[in-house]
């Protein structure tokens, strides 16, 4: 039939049986076409409204390699939906109230900070101080618990000194983001939610439920019917001197998100998986949604996990520092033809694909260990072994001197039937990936690409060949394909390596 025939199908009855056969010619040129044309893979526009919460890490300190994961998914996830239909934007929550922020505040006022450092890592040690002063110093402490409860109160002053602060910090945890290729599009500060009057809304709206309580003046909604036991039982929303908390001002920040998006999802760590179980529930009080969570687990280096509190702490700018050294000593091994110059940016961008690919391939909800001979493999399922396959294919597009895409032969080579129909699974897989949202889905597509065109590649001859245009147009295809998958994981796809 007519509908087969577009599928590049054809059927035969034969011993009472339907056959349905795959016409490789026709799948092949219906295919590159389809490649050509730009569009491949990506969905029609959805009309959804999503919000990507992601990172919102403290701006107490440098980014250290324990939460990589999250702004890797989260910018990944943005990509992968956004490539899908929707329409996405990016958000991260500025934490400039409570302890530690008028921590940093106390420190950046009362310590000097390092000298010559990239200014996050410079502040991070008055932040330290001031923690330190604020266990042992009677005065500090006073000083630092007066100027998170004038923040509370909404005092203009000293809401001013604290997020001033903590935009200090953001401007060097910034530059680290945007050396691992992410960008937030939007910073929501806590503080506006006091200052705005959401939170006070809040709290007459979460003060009226039947769930309600009251502890010493502190407010509380009793979730006990909700399963909630123990110390968590009380979701208290209120302090007893009636000012509102850290929590208070997540609820007000979520009915603020609804407001803007159709759906809200949250890129969390595996130990938040209770908060935004009780965010929910107070939410849903509100006659309000609960957003969606992506939930991940850590990431741990062979000497043991990184912990925010406790442990050894490695930094992400030491990791990026240390992937692209390692990248650089590689490149001078295989491309010592290479300028320096040009070996060191190449090295850039391969030690930040290296980490981010690395991250992205194993499933969120599963903890792992972080190799670096894993990660820099340019034989593996890693960054470099796809970035190169993208190189190898714009190099055999350079060196030829004919027009890609001319009609397939009568009978295509295993290899070239094997990389067609790895092709042919890139809508798909975008659509899983995205409805089911598994990003470790993208770089396992895009290693079985890489691998089916290695194969074709050493198989089947290209320039010179009979075959010369039609496979000239598998390989741009080829090249057009893996440069969306990488686009999508955040790894630049390199012309040459």
């Given amino acids: 039939s007519t509908v087969l025939a577009d599928h590049g199908l054809s059927a035969s009855a034969e011993g009472g049986y339907c056959n349905i056969t795959l016409d490789w010619r026709s799948l092949a040129s219906g295919l590159l076409a389809q490649i050509a044309s730009g569009d491949f893979g990506r969905g029609a526009p959805s009309g959804k409204r999503v919000l990507i919460e992601h990172t919102s890490a403290n701006a107490t300190g440098p980014f250290h390699m324990g939460r990589a994961r999250n702004p890797i998914i989260g910018d990944t996830l943005a990509r992968l939906l956004h490539y899908a239909g929707d329409e996405v934007a990016t958000e991260y929550y500025v934490n400039d109230m409570g302890r530690q922020a008028a921590t940093l505040a106390y420190g950046l006022s009362h310590f000097p900070s390092g000298d010559n450092e990239k200014v996050d890592h410079a502040l991070v040690k008055c932040y330290q101080q001031a923690s ?282 295993t290899t070239e039937e094997k990389l067609l129909r790895q092709l042919a699974r890139w809508p798909s897989t975008v659509e899983r990936a995205a409805n089911e949202r598994k990003m470790h889905l993208l770089p396992a597509f895009a290693h079985s690409l890489a691998a089916a065109f290695n194969g074709f590649y050493r198989d089947c001859m290209v320039i010179g060949a009979p075959e010369q245009e039609f496979r000239l147009g598998l390989v741009d295809g080829t090249r057009q394909v893996l440069a969306d998958v990488l686009g999508m994981l955040g790894v630049v796809a390199p012309e040459e390596m």
């Fill in 132 to 413: 330190t002063a604020l266990e042992n110093d009677p005065t500090a402490k006073k000083a630092i618990y007066e100027l998170m409860e004038a923040c509370e109160q909404g005092d203009k002053k000293a809401i001013k000194e604290v997020a001033g602060a903590a935009e200090k910090m953001l401007v060097g945890m910034r530059i680290s983001l945007s050396r691992m290729g992410v960008e937030a599009e939007a910073f929501f500060n806590e503080s506006k939610l006091v200052t705005g009057g959401m939170v006070d809304e809040v709290v007459t709206a979460l003060a009226k439920s039947p769930l309600c309580g009251d502890e010493e003046g502190a407010k509380y909604l009793d979730l006990t019917d909700h399963g909630i036991a123990g110390r968590n039982q009380k979701f208290f929303f209120t302090r007893k001197s009636g000012l509102s908390l850290y929590t208070t001002r997540d609820v007000a920040y979520h009915l603020d998100k609804f407001d803007r998006c159709d759906v809200a999802i949250n890129v969390l760590g595996e130990d938040h998986k209770l908060q935004s179980r009780l965010l929910g529930i107070a939410l849903g009080e509100l006659g309000a949604p609960a957003p969606d969570a992506q939930f991940y687990a850590f990431v741990s280096l062979p000497g043991g996990k990184m912990s925010t509190r406790a442990g050894r702490v490695v930094y992400l700018d030491d990791m990026l520092d240390e992937a692209q050294q390692r990248a650089l000593a590689e490149l001078e091994q295989r491309r010592d033809d290479m300028s320096a110059k040009k070996r060191k940016e190449l090295a850039a961008i391969i030690g930040t694909g290296a980490l981010r690919y690395n991250i992205l391939r194993v499933q969120a909800e599963k903890g792992f260990t972080f190799r670096w001979e894993e990660a820099l493999s340019f034989e593996g399922d890693s960054a470099p072994f796809a970035m190169y396959s993208h190189a190898r294919c714009c190099a055999i597009l350079r060196r030829s001197d004919g027009d890609a895409g001319g009609d397939p032969p009568d009978e295509l080579h």
